[in-house]
Each structure stands twice: as structure tokens, then as C-alpha cells.
């Protein structure tokens, strides 16, 4: 059973485009996470949801909306997609606050925008 | 700010060499430091963490040292194989919001 999946593996879209990736977790955890990976691998962190409360919003665009329905799932919306979109963004969960519990990620969700 | 380094890669080793990659980092107050290491084509996996200082992490042979005294949590491990070929990524949470800060990630390639 996969812990955290997402949908989908790869999208390819134009620029200008608007586009959505799903993020599920069946771990019971109750915060997730989206994160972004460019093109030299390096790793950071938009967004997290609490218990469906936003609670990290790093300086990200305002084209990206994450949505969260329940604790299960973390949406990421994107508007108005542009060249520099294109990166991998991975999903992640854990359970609770606290700096020491472990984030478990999703396989990732390769974006290319032409 | 927070912020993680690590030394950069790749790191090119053959098959039972001994494996070392640097890390060290800046936080204020007192965070957890983890591994995670990512396979092609994959996910990152947790690889090991430690939340104290002089806490050592341990897992599949490899092992880092939260060290307080020099900001550093270096990863080690005696003989690597070809299957640990991946790359890995050094990093700190701290504050209540888990919130995770990488460093740049180091390629190990592991050749026969």
C-alpha cells in the first residue's frame, strides 16, 4: 500500500496553462507538506497544512493555491503556468508538530512547462 | 536564517571504499538533523536522524553524529555497494512547524 501517493507521475502543459496535482496519504497523518525540486535537485519547502489549516506559506507565488479538503489530501493548484514552473514537486506528510518527527514523501510529480 | 550546506558532489567511489559526506549547518535553537536519500527516479526516503546533540543516527550501515560543537552531521559509512548510488541530502527542522531545510543533496555513484 503506498503511503503517499500523487497524481500525476508527469505533466507536461503550455505556458499560460492551469493545472492540478493530488497529494493522498493513508498514514493518518494530520500535516502535509508540498515541496519543489529545480532542475539542480535542490529541495524547498511552499507550503503546509495543519489539521486543513495553512500553516507554512513560504514566499511562493499567488498563482499556486494548495487545497486541502481533509487531512487525507493536499491539492496544489497552479494558474497561469510559466517556464520556471517546471520543476519536480514532491508531497510530503508527518504526524503532528515537532521538530524531531519524520516527513514521509510522496514519488513526485515531474512538471514541464513548454 | 536556517540554512544546511554540504559538500558538493558528485562523489565518485568504488564498490567497499569508505564513504564520507560533509554537512554542517546554521539554526537558531536547537534542531533536528536528518539524511534522506533519494534513488533515481524516486521519492526521498528518511535514511536516518538524530535530535540531539551527541545523538547518533543509524541505518543500512551508515550512521552521522549530531555534533554541537562544530554545527556539523556528517554521514559515514565503511563499505558502500552499488546499490547505494543515489543522491543524498542533509537536513534540519526546527520551530514547532516541522518545517524541513535541505541542503543541496551530494551524488554518491558507487562503481563495481
Known amino acids: 500500500d503506498t503511503a503517499v501517493s500523487q497524481t500525476p507521475k508527469y505533466l507536461v502543459t503550455q505556458m499560460g496553462n492551469d493545472k492540478s496535482i493530488k497529494c493522498e496519504q493513508n498514514?493518518?497523518?494530520?500535516?502535509m507538506y508540498w515541496y519543489k525540486q529545480d532542475s539542480k535537485k535542490f529541495l524547498k519547502i511552499m507550503f503546509s497544512?495543519?489539521?486543513?489549516?495553512?500553516?507554512i506559506n513560504e514566499t511562493v507565488p499567488n498563482r499556486f493555491s494548495p487545497k486541502s479538503p481533509d487531512k487525507a489530501h493536499l491539492n496544489l493548484h497552479i494558474n497561469s503556468l510559466e517556464l520556471g514552473d517546471s520543476a519536480v514537486y514532491f508531497c510530503?506528510?508527518?504526524?503532528?508538530?515537532?521538530?524531531?518527527?519524520?516527513?514521509?514523501f510522496g514519488p513526485g510529480t515531474r512538471l514541464t512547462v513548454t | 536564517g536556517d540554512s544546511v550546506t554540504q559538500m558538493e558532489g558528485p562523489v565518485t567511489l568504488s564498490e567497499e571504499a569508505f564513504l564520507t559526506i560533509n554537512c554542517t549547518y546554521t539554526a537558531t535553537g536547537y534542531p533536528s538533523l536528518f539524511w534522506y536519500v533519494q534513488y533515481p527516479g524516486e521519492g526521498l526516503q528518511l535514511l536516518l536522524k538524530a535530535t540531539k546533540a551527541d545523538d547518533k543516527g543509524s541505518n543500512k550501515g551508515f550512521e552521522a553524529t549530531y555534533r554541537k560543537e562544530t554545527t556539523s552531521f556528517h554521514l559515514e559509512k565503511g563499505s558502500v555497494q552499488v546499490s547505494d548510488s543515489a543522491v543524498y541530502f542533509c537536513a534540519l527542522s526546527a520551530g514547532g512547524y516541522n518545517k524541513l531545510i535541505f541542503g543541496a543533496g551530494t551524488r554518491l555513484a558507487v562503481h563495481p
Open positions: 497544512y495543519n489539521n486543513k489549516e495553512l500553516i
Open positions: 498514514l493518518g497523518h494530520d500535516t
Open positions: 510530503a506528510s508527518s504526524q503532528v508538530f515537532g521538530s524531531e518527527n519524520e516527513q514521509y
